[in-house]
């Protein structure tokens, strides 16, 4: 009933704003010396109304300095990083204490959370030296822990999850792995191109907090539909289910994490433990003392709205009067300051509650002013380029994996892993799979192919035993998502006969 009330006294309270806002007596915008000025017509009764609202859901200076402070995000990641790498037992807690602590834990999660050494170790690790560094991040937890739950309870993904985050990023929606690895969930081009993420030389929606959120989400559900287990989720989610597969059958069949443990590779072994040490020390975080700054604004005191032309975050920031630096923080998908418009694509800015209003009452005044800025602007705009979800590459005369792998700005690791390659020979007229990163050479290839470079369709019979996940793999680069689209299935379900296309031709 509380709840019902409060949503209900918000809702009017906002109407109230976007009332006085879209009237003319309140709100004015005049062309003065070439920029846009935004007068506001002071009236008692709309201070009164908005002096409590703002001081509530504006983001104070020193909590805006911890959101958008890259530095500490960094050492954060390191500080994670550190932690998996020890060996030493730091103890930090009675270890009868912590087990019985552990114990509940484990009777009211999903996980299979038991005491062991290494798990006693990590806690120890940011009890003792990390104190303060782990209160700012559960500070920024409470800005994105709401919406993570939201999505993660859509998709029937147990809300502990969200920690999964911390060990991935440290909450840092710009991280961005020596492999490639980016975002809040550190997903690879690849894996991001299967869940519709977009990505372009304008924008990364690894980096955008909730379209991610919701790939995340359906990535880990997918792992658990195919392990039946919440640790090897997090464990395939870390290091692929092929290495998982892998450390079942050298186990002789263990399905339990900490019994295959010593069969994943040595960084997936502390993974596990150090989610649950977040797990842990965020559930225990009043007895030990830990006092976070909380946040004035959650995600939720945030507001999106999508554009109608192409604008940047400079002019936006400018017109409603909102620090860049939280701009870009709100919005780290656009990696050039620069929102794009598409005729058959959305997006979106997102800005705080009291700037959304603003923004939606003068909106054509605005594109009116970014229009006026473009035009006298002096220098080109960024080609916008779209990648394709995979290309492939036929291997030249000189051609060698490194080459390859720095022209269109990925891993040589990675190239090895989408062709299902032990070693680094070629043959010339190797067609190779490749999920590029550089925009330009994609382009660039394309402008050089001419029709006798496509191949012809490909088909595959399926036979007794064949299922979607087996047949993927006998193409590089091929997913069972591609699978699906290529021949519109609306399930996985196969029958021995069926004639399924494997490649777009």
């Not at 680094?424 to 290839?445: E, F, H, R």
Request: net charge positive; charged share 25%; aromatic share 12%.
């Amino acid at each position: 009933m509380r709840f019902t009330f409060l949503r209900f006294l918000f809702i009017s309270l906002f109407s109230t704003v976007l009332c006085f806002a879209q009237n003319p007596i309140t709100t004015d915008l005049n062309w003065k010396a070439g920029k846009l000025e935004i007068h506001k017509v002071e009236i008692d009764s709309l201070e009164l109304i908005l002096r409590d609202y703002q001081k509530s859901m504006e983001l104070d200076s020193l909590w805006k300095s911890q959101l958008t402070d890259q530095n500490f995000s960094q050492h954060l990641e390191n500080v994670i990083k550190d932690s998996l790498n020890q060996n030493s037992i730091i103890t930090e807690i009675p270890t009868a204490l912590l087990k019985a602590r552990l114990a509940a834990l484990n009777a009211k999660t999903p996980f299979n959370i038991e005491y062991n050494e290494s798990l006693e170790s990590v806690i120890g690790y940011f009890l003792r030296r990390e104190k303060e560094g782990t209160e700012r991040l559960m500070g920024l937890s409470e800005f994105y822990f709401p919406m993570f739950e939201a999505a993660f309870d859509r998709h029937d993904v147990p809300l502990e999850m969200k920690y999964l985050a911390l060990v991935e990023s440290a909450l840092n929606p710009r991280a961005k792995s020596r492999v490639g690895a980016t975002g809040l969930w550190q997903f690879m081009y690849s894996t991001a191109k299967m869940y519709d993420l977009d990505v372009s030389s304008y924008v990364d929606e690894r980096m955008d907090p909730v379209a991610s959120t919701e790939a995340a989400a359906k990535y880990l559900k997918r792992l658990y539909i195919m392990f039946g287990d919440w640790d090897l989720a997090l464990a395939a989610y870390n290091s692929g289910m092929g290495n998982v597969s892998k450390a079942i059958r050298r186990s002789g069949g263990e399905t339990n994490y900490w019994k295959l443990r010593r069969y994943l590779p040595r960084e997936t072994a502390g993974y596990v433990p150090s989610f649950q040490a977040m797990l842990y020390i965020h559930e225990y975080a009043e007895e030990h003392g830990f006092q976070p700054q909380r946040p004035r604004s959650t995600y939720y005191g945030t507001d999106t709205l999508k554009v109608k032309q192409r604008i940047t975050l400079d002019q936006i920031a400018e017109v409603t009067q909102t620090n860049k630096e939280l701009l870009e923080f709100l919005n780290p998908s656009y990696k050039l300051g620069i929102i794009p418009f598409e005729k058959d694509k959305s997006y979106y800015v997102r800005l705080p509650y009291e700037k959304a209003g603003l923004f939606a009452a003068n909106e054509d005044m605005i594109y009116g002013y970014s229009e006026k800025l473009a035009a006298i602007a002096k220098e080109p705009e960024p080609k916008y380029i779209k990648a394709e979800d995979k290309i492939s590459y036929k291997v030249k005369s000189g051609d060698y994996l490194g080459r390859i792998a720095e022209k269109y700005s990925v891993g040589v690791s990675q190239i090895k892993a989408w062709n299902n390659l032990n070693g680094t020979n070629l043959n010339i007229g190797q067609k190779l799979v490749i999920y590029p990163k550089n925009m330009d050479a994609v382009v660039d290839s394309n402008s050089k192919t001419d029709n006798s470079s496509k191949r012809d369709t490909e088909f595959y019979n399926v036979k007794p035993g064949d299922s979607l996940w087996t047949i993927s793999k006998k193409y590089p680069g091929l997913s069972v998502e591609d699978l699906k689209k290529l021949n519109k299935l609306k399930s996985n379900r196969l029958q021995p006969g069926m004639k399924l296309k494997v490649s777009k031709g």
